[in-house]
């Protein structure tokens, strides 16, 4: 570089010389600047010397034209002539002027109308455009997100209508001039619509207030479409929204259920908001991750009760209404927001921290509420210490409703629950209902922390609210009540889902949710809770109690208050246990089906071997990493891995440290049945785990386990009837609970053309039961022998149905009209069409259609016996367009469709119902549709293949 510094002056004198040259480029341009401007100044001079010489030769011309007029007083009459000829010709000239000026008036004022309409035209074609471009989007869009709703609503419960207005107070975060929320079934009032936005120091003193140019309400996607003129400004806020809605019958949104109160039906009005329901009952971003707080008002009638998910702050009494005010929420999702209005009598208690809770059920039923108020105080307590975070509101009601589609709801602060799953009678309820209180109450108040204080981000993500509460209620039954031994009863719960993930119809945990409307698919069955709850039991064991509970502490901690995905959830469990919890659990979230893990003994060695299993007995995908935990002649010899791979091997010596022979011992897979999977062994190691059934070396865990697998192995047509019906020998002297309602479900989905041996197995089993028991209860045994007895007794009901026919239906009937407890009214109709009489099955599926029957209930009387399900599958075709009509808008109509249809064995009857449906099939059942004609599929393949044995 140093032979340039020779030329550096030069470089200065030339970079000088350039920029003196642009200097006097800018002096010049200047110089003509001033020129110009002093020439149009002199321009300007001019113009008005000219103007004021014009006006003095005007003046002049005046003074002349008066001289004239005085020297010529004497040519007066012509003057006169000549001045009206002036004026006439001034009136002419002026009307002319006028109508030139109306003439051209009209053109301005037909171009600026023509213009309006034209820019109207064009407003209206983009938002044509805008509207198409919106229809048919998976969610909301962003641009604007609600941090408050002041929501005000009169239900009149005699016309089942109600008015209400809604005020949002919303963050504009980007340019647009939309606002796109959630609305149907609502008659919005345009007039009443406008965003205000507050003066700022940048606008003017006042605030600003806008009102949309159009108002679109899109009903097959849900949405309000709100189109302003010009963009919103970005920040806060407020839209206002007056509207009327109906209180529906359909169970979902804002509805009717009634009641009866001193002999005469009433209406109380009710809210069932998820998943994607509140958009019913006020315009709203009804989707979890738009978190907002919450004030509601109500106008209702001055004498009812009225519930909220917060405690009342006011409530003013006018005549026969009042006006109740209720505290502003903490942030929550729209689907958490509650409203009871109706009749009711509490039980109260308190919580060691003050939280007031509250059981309200029908007047007079109060006493039965005294049980669950008690599991609550208790499992709130719980779940405080297990969760590392108390609960969040100041107080929790729970609410009896008899019409009710879902078993519960665990609103914030206020959970509904179908009646028969909230009260209990000391002197009348079964063991069963006891049982069914606690596991409903504890899952319900699970999801005050699981699903309202940690929201699923999207309902993709739905496992993880009802997975986790149901796998906590366990836990907090088997705490409460550890002599009832839930976790095995837990395995009973398990059945349905794992024989439903053994459909090629099935679906993974996780389902990719595109459209609100597709939640419905998933919401109602099995895989989200069950399953779920099935693999968090796997995970749990497989990390290790105190670690998982520690780990779930810290994402509960994390995400309060907030949204989280199933990643969430495992990076919390990585960070807990070091280990690799996300490559383990994604195999059994994001792809459906389960394994079945067959085991044999090969020169002393055990080998595994994994696939998915199918009940159709085809091959499907996999692998799974499956943890693995064996036991070998004893519970204190056992090995735990992981089955990464599609086969292993297990040296049965490292089994036992001081090298004894194990061949002869028998080898017990998924101990404690914590595994979701199946397990299939040879014939050698099956014939030693029924000399321990049969000695009771195996836990009632493990023995339901094998049988419920074995059962399942069998109609998947991979072991032979006989098999099956050897190793159900081994549980001839069995008395557990859930071992016995493991037989009566094989007796259940026996075919009767088929396994008469089976059902004959199975009423021994429960008669033996009932004799050791009695039929009485007796004063301090066990819950599990009050199961037993229960299901005995069911038993034994089902055969008098069966064998007496029209006698039995009767006394049934009678039964049902004479009790108020809905628990028994629900034991009832699953007995009812227990006969094989086509005419009583007929008089019972269409008693479920009554008045009588509450909508939820009707489908508890579809469990028709075998020999009627023809008779019940022309009932179902004949009143088809009737139970669509009732039932089709929820999850119920599912129950209809898989009762009667998935029963049947032929691949005959599988067509004729495929055909059928072919256009009658909506989306809420489509999968179930499948699902059923699948089974029948399976079935027809079982009877076929033991018709070949």
């Not at 089906?593 to 060695?605: A, I, Q």
């Not at 396994?755 to 009423?763: P, Y």
């Not at 005959?908 to 809420?924: L, P």
């Amino acid at each position: 570089m140093a032979f340039l510094l020779p030329f550096l002056p030069f470089a200065a004198a030339a970079i000088g010389i350039i920029i003196g040259a642009k200097n006097d480029r800018k002096q010049e341009r200047r110089r003509e600047e001033e020129n110009a401007r002093r020439i149009r100044e002199e321009e300007n001079a001019r113009r008005i010397i000219e103007e004021n010489a014009r006006r003095i030769r005007e003046e002049e011309e005046n003074a002349r034209r008066i001289r004239e007029e005085e020297d010529e007083k004497r040519r007066r009459e012509e003057e006169e002539n000549q001045r009206r000829r002036r004026e006439e010709e001034e009136d002419a000239r002026r009307i002319k002027e006028e109508e030139e000026d109306e003439r051209r008036r009209r053109e301005e004022e037909d171009a600026r109308r023509r213009k309006e309409e034209e820019d109207a035209k064009e407003k209206f074609e983009s938002h044509k455009k805008k509207m198409e471009q919106l229809k048919g989007q998976p969610r909301l869009p962003k641009s604007s997100v609600p941090k408050r709703y002041d929501i005000w609503l009169k239900p009149d419960l005699s016309t089942c209508k109600f008015d209400g207005s809604v005020a949002i107070e919303l963050n504009i975060i980007v340019d647009t001039s939309f606002i796109i929320l959630n609305a149907v079934e609502l008659s919005i009032d345009a007039t009443s619509i406008s965003f205000t936005h507050p003066a700022t120091a940048n606008s003017s003193n006042s605030n600003q207030v806008l009102k949309p140019l159009y108002v679109d309400v899109v009903e097959e996607d849900e949405i309000l479409v709100l189109d302003f003129a010009d963009t919103l400004p970005i920040g806060i806020g407020l839209l206002t929204i007056d509207f009327k809605g109906i209180l529906n019958s359909k169970m979902k949104g804002f509805y009717t259920s009634t009641y009866e109160h001193n002999g005469e039906k009433k209406n109380m009005a009710v809210t069932q908001f998820e998943p994607a329901d509140a958009r019913r009952c006020f315009p709203c971003w009804d989707e979890p991750a738009f978190k907002a707080m919450f004030k509601i008002t109500l106008d209702v009638p001055s004498q009812l009760v009225t519930l909220s998910n917060m405690p009342i702050i006011e409530e003013k009494v006018d005549g026969d209404l009042k006006t109740v005010s209720y505290q502003e929420s903490p942030i929550m999702s729209t689907y958490l927001v509650a409203i009871v209005v109706g009749l009711f009598d509490y039980v109260e208690h308190l919580t060691s921290d003050g939280i007031k809770v509250r059981v309200y059920c029908q007047v007079g039923k109060v006493n039965q509420g005294k049980f669950a108020l008690e599991v609550a105080v208790r499992t709130l307590e719980l779940y405080k210490e297990y969760f590392a975070m108390p609960y969040f509101l100041p107080k929790l009601d729970m609410v009896a409703i008899l019409d009710f589609a879902f078993g519960a709801m665990g609103n914030y602060g206020l959970v509904t629950i179908c009646e028969r799953n909230l009260i209990y009678d000391n002197q009348h309820s079964a063991a069963a209902n006891k049982q069914r209180v606690v596991i409903t109450v504890a899952q319900e108040l699970a999801h005050q922390w699981f699903g309202n204080l940690v929201t699923m981000e999207w309902w993709t993500y739905l496992w993880l609210n009802e997975g986790f509460a149901t796998w906590v209620s366990y836990l907090a039954a088997n705490h409460l009540f550890p002599e009832w031994e839930v976790w095995t009863q837990f395995l009973i719960d398990c059945t349905e889902e794992l024989r439903l993930d053994g459909l090629a119809e099935s679906h993974p945990i996780e389902v990719e949710i595109n459209h609100a409307r597709e939640i419905d698919e998933i919401f109602f069955d099995a895989m989200s809770d069950k399953k779920g709850a099935s693999v968090i039991r796997m995970l749990q064991s497989y990390l290790g109690a105190e670690c998982f509970q520690r780990s779930l502490a810290s994402y509960i901690k994390k995400f309060a208050c907030s949204n989280a995905k199933t990643e969430d959830l495992w990076v919390a469990l990585e960070e807990g246990s070091s280990e690799s919890v996300n490559q383990l659990m994604n195999s059994w979230t994001k792809q459906k089906g389960y394994p079945v893990v067959s085991v044999k003994v090969k020169d002393e060695k055990l080998v595994f071997e994994q696939s998915q299993f199918l009940a159709s007995g085809s091959l499907g995908d996999g692998p799974w990493i499956v943890p693995i935990t064996l036991c070998c002649g004893s519970y204190d010899v056992h090995k735990n891995f992981l089955l990464q791979t599609k086969s292993e091997t297990l040296d049965m010596k490292e089994l036992r440290s001081d090298g004894s022979n194990l061949a002869s011992s028998w080898v017990k897979l998924n101990v404690n049945q914590t595994g979701f999977y199946r397990v299939k062994y040879d014939e050698d190691l099956a014939a030693k785990l029924r000399y321990a059934i049969e000695n009771k070396y195996l836990s009632a865990t493990d023995r339901f386990g094998i049988l419920d697998d074995s059962f399942a192995l069998c109609m998947a047509r991979q072991k032979s009837l006989n098999s099956l019906l050897i190793l159900m020998g081994a549980y001839s002297g069995e008395l557990e609970y859930t071992i016995s309602y493991k037989v009566e479900r094989i007796a259940a989905d026996a075919n009767p053309e088929l396994l008469e041996c089976i059902k004959q197995f199975f009423i021994s089993l429960f008669l033996r039961s009932a004799m050791k028991l009695g039929w009485e209860p007796k004063k301090g045994e066990s819950h599990l022998d009050a199961l037993l007895r229960g299901e005995a007794a069911y038993v034994a009901v089902m055969r008098r149905v069966s064998s007496s026919n029209r006698f039995g239906f009767e006394n049934l009937l009678r039964v049902y009209r004479e009790t108020d407890l809905s628990q028994e009214k629900t034991r009832v109709l699953s007995s009812l069409a227990s006969s094989p009489d086509p005419s009583i099955i007929l008089e019972a599926v269409n008693f479920l259609l009554s008045s009588e029957v509450c909508t939820q209930d009707a489908v508890l009387g579809l469990a028709v016996s075998r020999e009627g399900r023809e008779t019940a599958w022309t009932w179902l075709k004949d009143n088809w367009e009737h139970i669509s009509k009732t039932w089709g808008s929820g999850y119920l109509i599912t129950r209809f469709v898989s009762s009667i249809v998935s029963v049947f064995a032929s691949f005959e009857k599988a067509k004729e119902i495929k055909e059928f449906f072919a256009n009658r099939t909506e989306s809420k059942f489509a999968r179930t549709l499948k699902q059923s004609i699948e089974q029948v599929h399976i079935n027809a393949n079982w009877v076929q293949s033991v018709q070949n044995e």
